[in-house]
């Protein structure tokens, strides 16, 4: 597409969030410039990686109606590319039997009409041999859950948008944004116009946002992603029927083998404050931390894995304190739009998400209460300045 002058809108980030509202704004007839500071594909953000799970084993029931209407938006992106995408799992949750967790799970399955089942710790024993638990675990599963092939459903919501008129441009960063009716946006090739602003931009949008008077609690983390190797294949693996898994009472998570050959996914669902411009600094003493406690973890619950992970690599989060996403207009500006903060559990959602920030652009009315998304959870007056 050449330039038009004017865009409609400009997406500053072409992680999932960005490709996910892109392809809903161009389906919209909306003129539309994807941005992306680095050549891609690379590994610097959020959504690159071989896979993540998709579940609806949520305690906030507005997460799992998001995933379930996600999942539905994802087997169309399946469809129009006519590539295979997700792959069919159990989800597992586990932990004591007082966790409000699990029982906010299972009653949002319900309400979402999940099948779910309640497993007592003789039940998880039976079910999950391979696996070892505490005496009075109990355990949350779900049908339906899974895998999604990370990398592969990004560039498929690329391609889509492309191939329905839309323009994307990468190793191209954004270095200056000035409001207005009309937004100019600085890159660091040339100066656009916009009419309408969309900044997912993961790891760097409290920095872009910042420069432009708002600034917000995003913490960025450092994640450390440790596959482990089976002792005796294939007994975590989807040949098994091993579930995709998550730990309530200590946070961590885990993928049955897919991406590599006999290699489990077992991560902490936390990380390490680290600047995405200089991600690597000092990472030394919170690999090692990571390590061990997830060594701890393994030997605890997978007596079939061995205890030393046989490939790290590295992920960032942004977090907002309350864990929940940043979806909402500027407060000075509403023709540029936010989606932020999405706390390590945004891939699954991305085509809602999409969906949701194509809406805020278009000024329609929402698909969902977007009452816990909103900015001003956390504006004050010292919060966004005069800019």
């Known amino acids: 597409m050449a330039d038009p002058g004017v ?33 891609l594909p690379h590994s610097r953000g959020s959504s690159w990686g071989q896979t993540r799970a998709t579940r609806k084993s949520y305690r906030q029931e507005h997460y799992a109606r998001m995933a379930a209407e996600s999942n539905k938006l994802w087997r169309q992106v399946e469809t129009e590319s006519g590539t295979k995408l997700t792959v069919d799992a159990r989800q597992l949750a586990w932990g004591r039997p007082d966790n409000p ?42 049908a339906g859950a899974g895998l999604i092939k990370a990398d592969q459903a990004v560039r498929a919501l690329q391609d889509l948008f492309i191939q329905k008129g839309g323009c994307m441009r990468d190793g191209e960063a954004v270095t200056g944004i000035i409001p207005g ?16 602003l969309v900044l997912t931009c993961g790891p760097w949008a409290g920095k872009l946002l910042s420069n432009l008077g708002l600034d917000l609690p995003l913490k960025t983390l450092r994640i450390n992603v440790c596959y482990w190797k089976e002792k005796d294949p ?24 897919f991406e590599y050959p006999d290699m489990m996914k077992i991560c902490r669902h936390t990380g390490h404050p680290a600047d995405p411009d200089n991600r ?45 996403y940043i ?24 085509p ?9 652009v278009l000024d329609r009315a929402p698909s969902l209460d977007m009452t816990p998304f909103r900015v001003d959870r956390f504006t004050s007056k010292k919060t966004v300045s005069k800019l």
């Open 7 to 39: 865009w409609d809108c400009v997406v500053v980030g072409a992680g999932v969030m960005g490709s996910a509202c892109s392809l809903q704004l161009v389906q919209n007839g909306v003129r539309t410039l994807l941005l992306e500071q680095f050549c």
């Open 101 to 142: 967790i699990l029982q906010d799970i299972h009653t949002n399955l319900h309400k979402v009409g999940v099948q779910s089942q309640v497993l007592t710790n003789q039940d998880l024993r039976h079910q999950f041999p391979m696996l070892r638990f505490p005496g009075n675990y109990v355990g949350v599963t779900e």
């Open 181 to 196: 009716p009309t937004v100019s946006v600085t890159t660091s090739k040339r100066t656009l116009q916009t009419k309408r």
């Open 234 to 257: 294939p007994s975590y693996s989807l040949l098994s029927d091993f579930p995709v898994f998550k730990d309530e009472e200590v946070e961590v998570y885990g993928l049955p083998c």
């Open 280 to 324: 690597d600094v000092n990472m030394q003493a919170d690999l090692t931390f990571d390590l061990q406690f997830l060594r701890d973890f393994v030997r605890k619950h997978f007596p079939g894995l061995h205890d030393k992970p046989s490939i790290v690599e590295t992920c960032m989060y942004t977090n907002t304190p309350d864990g929940e």
């Open 327 to 350: 979806l909402d207009r500027h407060p000075k500006h509403r023709n540029i739009v936010i989606g932020a903060g999405f706390s390590g559990h945004g891939f699954k959602l991305a």
């Open 352 to 360: 809602m998400v999409g969906k949701l920030l194509c809406e805020l």
